[in-house]
């Protein structure tokens, strides 16, 4: 099994900055080449795919939404990944959550990753 957790949500203005933190653990996170995404989900809204990164980091994709605001990142070491988002919107007010997948691809949607963190919120006022 793999536990995610999810931190570093809060409140912040249009125009500003937050780094969310997801912390890995369990055996599987340690045996497989986990590949790692982010997620979110607006109030009324399904959950939607925000950014994604393999095992080694040096491949990533976002959604059109995030491109060059958002920045996903690992350390394999700490067994986290990192979540920068600059130049929020209020329009990214969401509970954002870590995924994980045994597997890299191009697909990013809710079925394709199989272990969740309890999210964390993000709001972002106008």
């Known amino acids: 099994q793999v536990q995610l957790v999810e931190s570093g949500g809060g409140l912040v203005q249009a125009g500003g900055s937050l780094r969310l933190s997801c912390a890995a653990s369990?055996?599987?996170?340690?045996?497989?080449?986990?590949?790692m995404g982010w997620f979110r989900q607006a109030p009324g809204k399904e959950r939607e795919f925000v950014a994604a990164?393999?095992?080694?980091?040096?491949?990533?994709n976002y959604a059109d939404s995030v491109k060059g605001r958002f920045t996903i990142s690992r350390d394999n070491a700490k067994n986290t990944v990192y979540l920068q988002m600059s130049g929020l919107k209020p329009e990214d007010t969401a509970v954002y959550y870590c995924a994980a997948r045994t597997y890299w691809g191009s697909r990013n949607s809710v079925a394709d990753y199989d272990y969740w963190g309890q999210g964390t919120q993000v709001t972002v006022s106008s």
């Open positions: 369990g055996r599987t996170f340690s045996n497989y080449a986990m590949a």
């Open positions: 990164v393999n095992w080694s980091g040096r491949s990533t």
